[in-house]
């Protein structure tokens, strides 16, 4: 079961790419992910299992024992991850302003009428929501 943690969710690229490998697979052992990272340059196994024992410790990954083997599962969803990240970036790099955030997405990614649909869409449910 996935528990909430603060929402001060802290990834560097090797947690965020060990989470979403377990996201994926539901649950995981270290040779799993090491597999699946074996795409391009991958951390020695040693550097993968220190990582996911400090994920399990902050409460990012939690694990259980079969046999012998750790098998991990996310104690954290995508989410949270997502919402704790984006307000983390919406607070330091746009001074809190969504519209500055947006405006730099359509700037630099554009925006398809699909996408301006779906966001007037939720705009008005958030507003319903309230």
């Not at 079961?1 to 539901?26: F, H, P, S, T, Y």
């Not at 597999?35 to 939690?62: F, N, Q, V, W």
């Not at 001074?95 to 955030?101: I, K, N, V, Y």
């Amino acid at each position: 079961m996935e528990k909430k943690v603060n929402a001060d969710i802290r990834l560097g690229k090797l947690e965020l790419q060990i989470l979403n490998v377990v996201w994926e697979k539901g649950k995981a052992t270290v040779y799993d992910v090491k597999e699946a990272l074996s795409k391009g340059r991958t951390p020695a196994y040693t550097t993968i299992l220190a990582m996911m024992r400090k994920m399990d410790a902050k409460g990012y990954l939690e694990h259980d024992v079969e046999g012998r083997t750790f098998v991990y599962r996310p104690a954290i969803s995508q989410k949270d991850v997502r919402h704790s990240v984006l307000g983390d970036i919406l607070d330091r790099l746009f001074e809190g302003s969504p519209t500055l955030l947006i405006n730099s997405l359509v700037e630099q990614r554009g925006i398809t009428e699909t996408d301006l649909k779906q966001i007037k869409k939720l705009t008005k449910e958030a507003k319903k929501n309230k």
